[in-house]
Structure formats: structure tokens, C-alpha cells
């Protein structure tokens, strides 16, 4: 009996010396990471994985050193039978899903996550899963191209159709010998718009992907069908992400635009942008415009350059805040259209519970014409209350958008109320301009 129970005692021995063992090499791996010297504690710990692999305690330190030496393949294997040798070892599932997530087999990394949040962890580590577990849905997203297509309508309101000065104009004749009165009151009118568009993205494929949209919009008004307007809008930009957060977006787009069924503009475009994230919620945005746009009058067809740089700022879960400035010049076939622009503007986009959502857009825009129209340009100089000065407007534009979108349902309900301002040194040039509507949009993802 006394040497069976020294033979049932003796490996009871050898464990708790192999723990010690374990104790005492993980320590001494611990104080090589907190040097930073992770190179060194991986080597170390790779040297004596044959004698303690198995050990939770000298494992779970062992696969910090290689996933913080940029050797995450390796380190999966230590986590992984941390995990096997103790299914209950949280911290060792959560650095298992961590290792996993950073060799790219996401669908492993998700549950290991999804099985630490199951276990009611604590809050740090609670929120720090579920960043990584949306993390990887946007990853598994990005390996799927995607579709989206939209269909809306809405009915609405426009107390200015045809931006009227809402003044009595005086014209007076050259010689000065008549003065005509005419009144460019303001008109309103009620108006249906159906719009539809899409957008389709391939899958990432070495951090790129090429994007496409596409949109069409008609407005149909009660009374004032010469102001009916169509648009057409095509886009296509291939996207590159960088180091550091940053992308570059590479790509232009065609808009076509007709009043009343007859041609307006046909405008193309050049606008690669730039994007880097400057901390995890702020993200800066610089764009470069060249724009060709062709109109009915040929003396307004037009070659434009503007410039335009942003910050987003996150600034929480449900807000949102953007900020723009820019500057542009067009140089148009008659000086009369050729102008110099300054643009400041910013959006605030306000989750206020899962299924509503506030959106404030506001631009101011100063315009600086070179020309005013001569007395030998009699429809020009008519159009402008026989004001012969060369242009300098402001306009000013703020629009608020409700946003009711039921959960789990494609359908997206909204109430937008727009306000328009210019101020003009020319009188027939100024307006102000109120619209109200109402939309129904249905979504396909």
C-alpha cells in the first residue's frame, strides 16, 4: 500500500513542479512584453513550448509574446489549447478570437467572441467583443459584393417655383425716355417627383473595389410644367485603401438635366477624393473637382475646377457632424457666366432611436460674376432688371430632413422642410425660396 500511494503521489508532485515551471517562465515572458521586446519573448517562449506546452498558465502568456511579435498562426496555437485544456478560461477564448481575427478566419473569431459575450464579461471586455465582432461583419461583408436599389416618391410644396425676386422691376430704356414697371411676383405650385437609383460595389479584392451609382429623378409640377424638371445621374469610382485609415477614391460621373422635356445641361465630371482617419472618430476628406458642362446656350458651356476639404467627426454613436469649405472658378464661353466661387457648409446627422433620425444640411455660397450684361444683350439685360453690373450673390441654404425607418422593414418614410436665400446686388436677382415634402422610399439590399 505504501508504494502505490507513493506512485499515486508522485505525479501529483510533478504537476505542481510543472505549474511552478509554467509560473516562473511565464513571469519572466510577462517581463519581456512589458519591455516591448516581443521578439525576444517569442524565441523564449518557443524554446520551451516541448516542455510546458499544456500549461494554461505559461500557454496564455506564450501567445501574447507571438501575437504581439506579429507572428498571430503561432500564437492561435497556444490560445487554443488553453481553451482545450480549460473551456471555462475566458481571457485565453478572448485572445484565441483576437489571434484568429488577425490570420483572417473570421467565421472562428466570431464565435469564439460571441461565446466571451455569452458568459456576461465584464463591461471593458464586453464592448471591446463586440467591436470586434463588428469588425468582422464588415470584413465578411467586404469579401460579397453588394446591390442596393431604391425607389421613392414624394408630394410637396414650393412657395417660389420659378425663384422669383417677388419685386416690382423698373426698366428704363436706354435713352431714358420710358420706365417699365414689371412685376416678378413670386409663384407657387404643388409638384410630384418619383426618383430611383442603385448602387453597386465588387468585393474587396487587395484593398480595392470599384463602385457605381446611378440615379434618376423627375419632378412634375401642378401648373408650371416649364419648370418640370429630369435628372440623370452616373458615377463609377475605384477605391484603395492605404495605411493608416486612409483611402483614395479615384473615378467621375455623367449628369444630364432637362427642363420641360428640352435639354439644360449635360455636365461631366473628374472628382478623385482623399480620405485618412486622424484618430478612431475623425476622419479628413480633400477633393479635387474638374467639370465640363455643356448647356443649351452655348455661351454658357462652362470649364470648372473647385476644391473642397472636410472633417467628419463621430462624436458619438448616433451623431454625426460634417464640416466643408471650398473654393472654385468656372471660365464659360461668354464672360457674362464666367464666375469665381466660395463655399462653406456642414451636416449634422442625429440618430434619435433605433428607427428615427434627424438630418440638418446647411451651405452658404458667395458667387463673384466677371461681366454684367451690355446694353446690346436686350433679353440678358431685360432678365436682370436693366441692371448692367457684373454679378456678386450670396445663397444661403439650410434643409432639415425626419427620417421614420420601421425595424426589419425596407421602408423608409420622411418630411423635409428646405429653405433657400439669395441676396444679390441685382434685385431680379434675388429670391427667396421655401419647399415642403413628404416621401415614401422602399429599399433592396
Known sequence: MLVGGLLIGAPVKAETADEAAAAEMADRLQSKIDRRDYEAAADLAHQHE?????????????????????????????????????????????????????????????????????????????????????????????????FTAWVEGRFGYDDNVLASSDDILEITDPLEIVTIGI???????????????????????????????????????????????????????????????????????????????????????????????LNPALQARLEPRLVYSNFDDDDRDALGAHFTGSLALSASEDVLILARAGTGLEEAREDLYSRNQLEFGGMLHWRLDAEQSLNLNGVVRRYYYREGASPDQGQLLLARGGDESAESATLRQ?????????????????????????????????????????????NWN
Open 50 to 146: 516541448m516542455e510546458l506546452a499544456g500549461l494554461p498558465t505559461f500557454d496564455l502568456v506564450a501567445g501574447l509574446a507571438h501575437l504581439y511579435a506579429d507572428r498571430p498562426d503561432r500564437a492561435v496555437h497556444y490560445f487554443e489549447r488553453v481553451v482545450l485544456v480549460d473551456p471555462g478560461h475566458d481571457r485565453g477564448r478572448l485572445e484565441l478570437a483576437r489571434a484568429l481575427f488577425a490570420v483572417g478566419d473570421y467565421e472562428a473569431a466570431r464565435g469564439h467572441f460571441e461565446t466571451v459575450m455569452e458568459r456576461n464579461p465584464p463591461e471593458p471586455v464586453a464592448a471591446r467583443a463586440q467591436r470586434f465582432i463588428a469588425a468582422i461583419d464588415q470584413r465578411l461583408a467586404d469579401r460579397q459584393a453588394s
Open 183 to 277: 412685376d416678378d411676383t413670386s409663384e407657387s405650385d404643388l409638384f410630384l417627383e418619383g426618383l430611383a437609383g442603385l448602387h453597386y460595389a465588387t468585393p474587396w479584392v487587395d484593398d480595392r473595389q470599384w463602385r457605381y451609382q446611378g440615379r434618376i429623378q423627375q419632378r412634375a409640377h401642378d401648373d408650371f410644367d416649364l419648370v418640370d424638371l429630369t435628372l440623370l445621374d452616373a458615377s463609377a469610382h475605384r477605391v484603395e485603401r492605404g495605411e493608416g485609415g486612409s483611402e483614395f477614391h479615384l473615378g467621375g460621373g455623367v449628369q444630364h438635366v432637362r427642363l420641360d422635356q428640352d435639354h439644360l445641361r449635360t455636365q461631366a465630371r473628374f472628382a478623385p477624393q482623399w480620405r485618412r482617419m
Open 398 to 442: 439650410v434643409t432639415a430632413t425626419y427620417a421614420f425607418e420601421p425595424a426589419e422593414s425596407p421602408w423608409r418614410f420622411t418630411l423635409t422642410l428646405s429653405h433657400s436665400e439669395k441676396n444679390s446686388n441685382i434685385a431680379a436677382r434675388s429670391y427667396e425660396r421655401n419647399q415642403l415634402f413628404a416621401g415614401v422610399r422602399y
